[in-house]
C-alpha cells in the first residue's frame, strides 16, 4: 500500500531511532551495531553545525538524513552537505527522500550556506537520478583516501 506523503513526519532523530538507523545504515551499505548509533545521534544533535532528522510515521522510520555545514576560503558563507541520506527500501518512492532532502536545504538556509552539495557513490545511479530530479547538478568528482 502507498503511503500520502502527509503522513511523515519529519523530525530530529532521537537515541530511541537506533535499532531503526542501524538498519537503515545496513541498506546504505554502512552495516552498524544498534548500540554505536545512540552516540552518533548525540554527536550529530549537539553539533551545532550538523544536523540529523528522520521521517517517521506511527509504525516505522521512512528515512533519515545528515547535513553539515562549514566555512570556506572560497565564500563568504558556509556551505552546506548532506552527507547520509537513506530511505527504506520499503518506502522508496513515496516522498520521503525529498522530504527529508527539503528539511536539509531549510536548516543549510537558515544557516546562511550558500549552496547544499552531495556526495554519492559512482555505482548509485538511481540516487544521481534523484538528485537530478531535485534540481542538483553534477559539478565535480569526489577523491577518497582511507586514513589508518
Known amino acids: 500500500m502507498k503511503r500520502s506523503i502527509p503522513e511523515w513526519l519529519v523530525r530530529p532523530a532521537t ?7 542501524a538498519e537503515l545504515m545496513g541498506e546504505l551499505g554502512y552495516p552498524a551495531a544498534a548500540t554505536a548509533i545512540p552516540a552518533r545521534v548525540r554527536a ?10 528522520v521521517a517517521a510515521d506511527p509504525q516505522a522510520l521512512g528515512g533519515v538524513i545528515t547535513a553539515h555545514h ?22 522508496r518512492g513515496q516522498g520521503v527522500g525529498r522530504l527529508l532532502v527539503e ?8 544557516h546562511h550556506c550558500v549552496r547544499v552539495s552531495v556526495t554519492t557513490a559512482l555505482h548509485r545511479a538511481g540516487a544521481h537520478a534523484f538528485y537530478e ?10 577523491y577518497t583516501k582511507a586514513l589508518g
Open 15 to 21: 537515541e530511541a531511532d537506533a535499532p531503526a538507523l
Open 44 to 53: 550529530l544533535g549537539t553539533d551545532r553545525r550538523a544536523m540529523i532528522v
Open 70 to 91: 562549514l566555512d570556506s576560503i572560497h565564500d563568504d558563507r558556509p556551505v552546506g552537505w548532506i552527507t547520509t541520506l537513506v530511505v527504506s527500501q520499503r518506502v
Open 103 to 110: 528539511a536539509a536545504e531549510r536548516w543549510a538556509s537558515e
Open 133 to 142: 530530479r531535485l534540481g542538483y547538478t553534477q559539478s565535480g568528482r569526489r
